[in-house]
């Protein structure tokens, strides 16, 4: 494919089961989200599970809230900490508690 991914910094894959492997491989490590970081990504976001595209707009939208920094930029090494406040801020919410656990932070 030739892309530069020299920059590559940051990956939020949204999607359904980005870090479950294959189920005719099951001891396989590689899946969706590692491949990311192994193309050359610092920081992944992915899920381990099916996503309710309901919940995870609003989910979405307050980590990115939580990933601008003071200069109102995105830093790539606040994703763990922005998505442990995202998880943190929705625990009283009326999301489901299967939706507010399937995302999972890989790399730096």
Known sequence: MGYDLQNAQFAYLSACH????DE???????HLAASMQFAGFRSVI???WAVDDAHTTSITSKFYENMVD???RLDHTRAALALH???????SSDIPIDQQILYIHIGA
């Open 70 to 72: 003071e200069s109102v």
């Open 24 to 30: 005719e491989s099951p001891d396989e490590i590689i």
């Open 18 to 21: 980005t870090t479950v492997g």
């Open 85 to 91: 406040r995202t998880m943190r801020s929705i625990r």
């Open 46 to 48: 992915g899920t381990m």
